[in-house]
């Protein structure tokens, strides 16, 4: 199927008026597409930003978009690659399903996850699993979906992960000639990527932040090179841009200040977390057959999976899905009773202590009720890991000739290491049935007296001396 033909046209807040190809609602007419409509972009981020709802619908089709405009202008510019229209659609689709497997609250059921024992669980992994149950739920054929054969399938899965499915070195879906297209959806390599302009873009302007880079500047100023540092062709960028692509990872770096690293959006992330292990024992999913699930284990049951959205904090509120306990730490949450703060700690000096011997020692006072908090340097810790440094440049007289180029670090250097420690009430650690009149702090159960506790805290950060910066 040509991809340029049955589009539909589709206005955008970010993109204005756009079109996906027929293939592409194939699967957007689906129930576990249509979910995606209930789960938002930034997660808790609304709780500090109110404007800040839109979902992971909108930027899955945003990326989509992108996705197959960057195939086309390849195709256009450089016929010599050969890049096919099932190339095309195969791009429109890993752009429009890369999220497919998002769990409900973005980034913190991912932690939540982690923190349940899933050690295994991907977003990515899941995702091309959901495009499987999709295909195999709506009866659709490769065909249907504007591909070819299976090995299709397995490039558009790829794209999706960035990496080769089986996790070895190579990839499938397309040979060696064609690697240069796995940078276009997910590159893990330089984060220059159809999906991170839409998020970027997307998040930007619901936060009412403004943005100056230009992604259809970067994508006209892309070119396909076989660079003597790699040993498959890949994607490089005209020297006139580099000013471009730093905005964009100056765009990106606002955008952690915002949420990453501002103290009440971290906070809530983290009383959310909360919510949901006091929830787990009790939430009960079915899935297929009518098995019963855990908030914890419902993706080994795609059916199961697909219920949960981010309606699942009404279901604990409302519906008492939940526990007493979780549903007590989602009123403090709405009415802003969040976990107590200390202090905050914005670097340390290295001939003191190291990070890690503090961290260890000050969750020693009480491992439960002390809650450190990490942020980073922006989206990469330091500069040399800086993945717009990965990225490769061509001059104006030889397309061929390759180089790297040094992008600085426009991130304030006070922010670089920041914890903030907070106390986490006793009701939050213990079943609610043994603190039936918890103190006007919040205290019951096995926990320790909020104010006691602070105290110790504060002395310990005394007695650091001069081997800490405090405050903030």
């Known amino acids: 199927m040509n991809s340029e033909t049955c589009c539909h046209g589709i206005s955008d807040v970010i993109h204005s008026d756009l079109k996906l190809p027929e293939a592409c609602y194939k699967i957007i007419d689906t129930f576990q597409f249509q979910r995606l409509r209930l789960i938002k972009q930034l997660g808790t981020g609304s709780r500090v930003y109110p404007s800040a709802s839109h979902t992971r619908f909108e930027h899955a089709i945003g990326a989509s978009h992108l996705a197959g405009k960057y195939g086309k202008m390849l195709q256009s510019k450089q016929p010599e690659l050969h890049i096919t229209e099932t190339d095309v659609t195969s791009l429109y689709l890993a752009g429009l399903t890369r999220d497919l497997g998002g769990g409900p609250l973005a980034s913190v059921w991912t932690e939540f996850m982690t923190r349940t024992g899933q050690v295994n669980y991907s977003p990515g992994v899941m995702s091309t699993r959901m495009l499987d149950y999709v295909m195999e739920q709506n009866d659709l054929t490769v065909e249907m979906l504007g591909l070819r054969s299976v090995e299709d399938i397995v490039f558009v899965k790829e794209l999706v992960l960035g990496k080769p499915l089986d996790g070895g070195n190579e990839f499938k879906g397309r040979g060696r000639d064609k690697w240069f297209l796995y940078q276009i959806v997910t590159n893990l390599a330089t984060t220059i990527d159809t999906a991170t302009?839409?998020?970027?873009?997307?998040?930007?302007?619901?936060?009412n932040l403004k943005t100056a880079f230009d992604t259809d500047l970067i994508m006209n100023n892309t070119?396909?090179?076989?660079?003597?540092?790699?040993?498959?062709?890949?994607?490089?960028?005209?020297?006139?841009?580099?000013?471009?692509?730093?905005?964009?990872?100056?765009?990106?770096?606002?955008?952690?200040f915002f949420l990453g690293g501002r103290k009440v959006v971290r906070v809530i992330e983290e009383m959310m977390i909360d919510v949901l292990i006091a929830a787990d024992e009790h939430f009960i999913v079915t899935g297929k057959d009518g098995q019963r699930f855990k908030l914890s284990n419902a993706h080994e049951d795609l059916a199961a999976f697909c219920k949960l959205t981010d309606t699942i904090v009404d279901?604990?509120?409302?519906?008492?899905?939940?526990?007493?306990?979780?549903?007590?730490?989602?009123?403090?949450?709405?009415?802003?009773?969040?976990?107590?703060?200390?202090?905050?700690?914005?670097?340390?000096?290295?001939?003191?202590?190291?990070?890690?011997?503090?961290?260890?020692?000050?969750?020693?006072?009480?491992?439960?009720?002390v809650v450190i908090i990490k942020t980073t340097r922006g989206f990469y810790p330091n500069d040399e890991d800086n993945p717009l440094n990965k990225a490769l440049f061509y001059g104006k007289q030889n397309k061929e000739h390759t180089f790297r180029a040094s992008f600085a670090t426009t991130l304030r250097k006070a922010q670089n290491g920041r914890l903030y420690i907070v106390l986490r009430p006793g009701y939050a650690l213990t079943p609610m049935?043994?603190?039936?009149?918890?103190?006007?702090?919040?205290?019951?159960?096995?926990?320790?007296?909020?104010?006691?506790?602070?105290?110790?805290?504060?002395?310990?950060?005394?007695?650091?001396?001069?081997?800490?910066?405090?405050?903030?």
Request: aromatic content about 8%; proline content about 1%.
């Open 433 to 472: 049935g043994g603190c039936a009149t918890p103190t006007e702090r919040g205290d019951c159960g096995d926990g320790e007296d909020l104010d006691l506790l602070k105290e110790r805290v504060k002395k310990y950060l005394a007695e650091c001396g001069t081997c800490i910066k405090i405050g903030l």
């Open 223 to 256: 070119y396909v090179s076989k660079a003597k540092e790699e040993a498959e062709s890949t994607l490089t960028y005209a020297h006139s841009i580099l000013d471009n692509l730093l905005e964009f990872g100056r765009a990106r770096e606002q955008l952690y």
């Open 197 to 207: 302009f839409d998020a970027t873009l997307r998040d930007a302007n619901y936060l």
């Open 315 to 369: 279901q604990i509120y409302n519906w008492g899905n939940g526990g007493d306990r979780a549903k007590r730490l989602l009123d403090d949450i709405m009415r802003r009773k969040l976990y107590q703060f200390v202090n905050s700690v914005t670097d340390l000096t290295a001939e003191s202590m190291e990070m890690s011997a503090f961290v260890a020692k000050l969750q020693a006072i009480n491992p439960t009720q």
